[in-house]
């Protein structure tokens, strides 16, 4: 499988990202929280290369890996940027995609056509549904040091991209849902939370890692 860093294929990278390595683990926000339904601030100017950025980026990078995600975006992690991470293997193109992207902008290829998968949320803790999204997709931005990034992504790399993009825009997938689907994820959500929440402390902890603390009930999904 080729690995691809910041969209650059690369000959040898570890299979735990240096990232996750240096990062805490920090509480993963969940639906009806109101900083994921809202479009988040851009990173600013005076942001990049800081200490600040990376450190958020490692904790992020860290935070996916206990929870098993393949990406997640910083309003997950309660903080107000438009900045999302990833590590995912496409079998679509048999690929490895490991990266992250501040500030992005979603460019849709109309003539790649729709595909239909299951998609999940690490804010939605537990289940997934079925959904359409293009197949192909461009998204711009810039890394953490303020260099411009252009990200081509196809099939699963594809929904990733837009499923991040669309958190730093304060949308959900289950956004994207029939009401009838939404109210049955939410339902499912809350019989599978606490499931959930255990496997990503015992996964921290196996990180050496100091687990996240949860509220015992979740906020009002509405």
Known sequence: MRTFVQGVEVSDYPEVPPETLRG???????????????????????????????????????????????????NQVGVDLRLFVYDLPDTDDDARHVGHICNPVVEVDPSAGTNEHEEGCLSVPGPGADLFRPSRVVVTGTDIEGAPLRI?????????????????????????????????????????????????????????????????QPPSAG
């Open 24 to 74: 805490k683990v920090l509480r993963v926000t969940e639906v009806g929280e109101e900083v994921l339904h809202r479009r988040n601030a851009d990173v600013p100017e005076e942001m990049f290369g800081t200490d600040e950025l990376r450190t958020l980026v490692d904790d992020m990078f860290t935070t996916m890996a206990v929870a098993e995600g393949v990406g997640l975006a910083a």
């Open 152 to 216: 081509e992504g196809t099939g699963y790399f594809a929904r990733c991209l837009q499923h991040e993009t669309d958190h730093t825009n304060g949308r959900l997938y289950i956004d994207l849902l029939a009401k009838r689907e939404r109210k049955r994820v939410l339902a499912d959500m809350l019989e599978l939370r606490d499931r959930v929440i255990e496997r990503r402390t015992r996964l921290a902890r196996e990180l050496d890692r100091e687990p996240a603390e949860y509220p015992a």
